[in-house]
C-alpha cells in the first residue's frame, strides 16, 4: 500500500517561498506519476505539476509555470514541490498524490492518481 506524507505549508507573505515535501512508500510500480494539486475554499480541486518515476519528465499547470519545480530524491523516496513569488491565489491545501502504473503522457487529471496525502495548508498573506 502506498503512503504519502505531505510537510512544509505554513504561512507567508506574498512574493516568498515554500518548499513542500512528499515521503513516500510502499511503490512497486516500475512506471508511475506523483503529482501536487490544490483546493481552495470553495474551489475545485486542480492539477499543479506532476514528475515521472523513473526519468523524471514534469508537467505543470500554467498558473504555476515559472514559479513552482517539482523534484525528486530517489534516495528518499521523497518529491518536493519549491513555490517561488508566491500570490494569494496560490493559498490553498496543497494535495500530494501517486498512481499506479502509467503509459503515456502525465496526467492532469485526479483519477489516474489513487493515492493521496493528507493535505497541508499553504496560506499568501497580501
Known amino acids: 500500500q502506498v503512503q504519502l506524507v505531505e510537510s512544509g505549508g505554513g504561512l507567508v507573505q506574498v512574493g516568498e517561498s515554500l518548499r513542500l515535501s512528499c515521503a513516500a512508500s510502499?511503490?512497486?510500480?516500475?512506471?508511475?506519476?506523483m503529482g501536487w494539486f490544490r483546493q481552495a475554499p470553495g474551489k475545485e480541486r486542480e492539477f499543479v505539476a506532476a514528475i515521472r518515476w523513473p526519468g523524471g519528465a514534469t508537467r505543470y499547470a500554467d498558473s504555476v509555470k515559472g514559479r513552482f519545480t517539482i523534484s525528486r530524491d530517489n534516495a528518499k523516496n521523497t518529491m518536493y514541490l519549491q513555490m517561488n513569488s508566491l500570490k494569494p491565489e496560490d493559498t490553498a491545501v496543497y494535495y500530494c498524490?501517486?498512481?499506479?502504473?502509467?503509459?503515456?503522457?502525465?496526467?492532469?487529471?485526479?483519477?489516474?492518481?489513487?493515492?493521496w496525502g493528507q493535505g497541508t495548508q499553504v496560506t499568501v498573506s497580501s
Open positions: 510502499g511503490h512497486t510500480f516500475t512506471r508511475y506519476d
Open positions: 498524490a501517486s498512481s499506479g502504473t502509467v503509459w503515456g503522457v502525465i496526467s492532469a487529471e485526479g483519477a489516474p492518481y489513487a493515492y
